[in-house]
């Protein structure tokens, strides 16, 4: 099957090149971009950190649109012809974007920097009742993992840009250290708390955990795939009580009905938590991290 999807975005790649420049690219770079690397990155949190690491040197765009789900997005031949002319490609890794390598050789651009932002980061199985070991992507919501990720960004703009390196690498090592303020401002709190687990609707934070020595329990499973189990359900109600859990964490932009109904049944809140893979409510990366963490804390009555 997917062989015959890339195959189709190779002919449809095929088409629009013979068409010319009639083919509107909603997803393409900026027309001003002259003179500045071309960014195409995958989702808003590795759109986020090119932007940092860029700075006023780059344009950065993403491919996914806002609203749309990372885990099932499948790219258009639009999508790839935004790779045939952008100087890097900046995608998660861990299995997220299954078509990342794929789209860069549909591409065809023999000078694209292709980022994978997670390579070096440590993967974490998923683990859940339809999967079968693959890594948990979700390493963005991580702010170690994220360190590691701007750092390869950083490489990847110099790889394309090198006369600019020095620039890339300041502005790097100025946006991981204000990641290391973040984690350093909550470490201690999520260290003296007595709770270590926290109830979300969607496993997305078990990076996030590994940071802070915590726990998540979830209504949905790492890859969002669907509504829980009747037996999930139960279990988490009976988790709830046995812990006196008073808050239950729903994404933003996703279906909080399922959390909603856990809430009610165990006498809980809905609180807001941020997965960053789309832009939320105008807010920066550092500040949804810092409002998830200061959340998270205030669950585990810390």
């Avoid at 885990?71 to 078509?99: C, M």
């Avoid at 812990?243 to 809430?263: D, H, P, Q, Y």
Wanted: proline share 4%.
């Amino acid at each position: 099957m997917r062989k015959k999807k890339l195959a189709a975005l190779l002919l449809a790649l095929a088409l629009l090149t013979l068409s010319g420049c009639g083919v509107e690219q909603t997803a393409s770079p900026s027309p001003d971009a002259s003179g500045k690397l071309i960014v195409s990155t995958t989702f808003d949190a590795p759109a986020e950190f090119a932007r940092a690491v860029g700075g006023d040197k780059a344009v950065v765009s993403t491919i996914i649109p806002d609203g749309t789900e990372p885990h099932d997005f499948e790219p258009k031949a639009q999508d790839i012809r935004v790779l045939s002319t952008a100087d890097v490609f900046v995608y998660n890794g861990l299995g997220l974007e299954s078509w990342a390598q794929e789209a860069v050789s549909a591409a065809g651009n023999s000078s694209l920097v292709a980022v994978d932002a997670s390579d070096g980061v440590e993967p974490i199985a998923a683990v859940d009742e339809k999967e079968d070991g693959r890594p948990d992507p979700h390493a963005w919501l991580s702010l170690k993992c994220a360190e590691q990720q701007v750092a390869n960004i950083a490489a990847g703009f110099a790889r394309a840009d090198p006369e600019n390196a020095a620039y890339y690498q300041q502005n790097s090592e100025t946006y991981i250290a204000q990641l290391e303020a973040l984690y350093e401002k909550y470490a201690a709190r999520f260290t003296s708390a007595q709770k270590k687990s926290f109830v979300t609707g969607h496993a997305a934070f078990a990076y996030l955990c590994r940071d802070f020595s915590l726990k998540q329990e979830s209504v949905e499973d790492v890859f969002a795939n669907g509504e829980p189990s009747a037996r999930r359900l139960v279990s988490l109600i009976d988790y709830c009580k046995a812990n006196n859990v008073r808050i239950v964490f729903a994404e933003s932009a996703a279906s909080k009905e399922v959390s909603e109904t856990l809430a009610s049944e165990v006498g809980a809140r809905i609180e807001t938590i941020y997965t960053i893979e789309s832009a939320e409510d105008g807010k920066s990366y550092l500040q949804r991290m810092d409002e998830n963490l200061a959340r998270i804390a205030e669950s585990l009555g810390t």
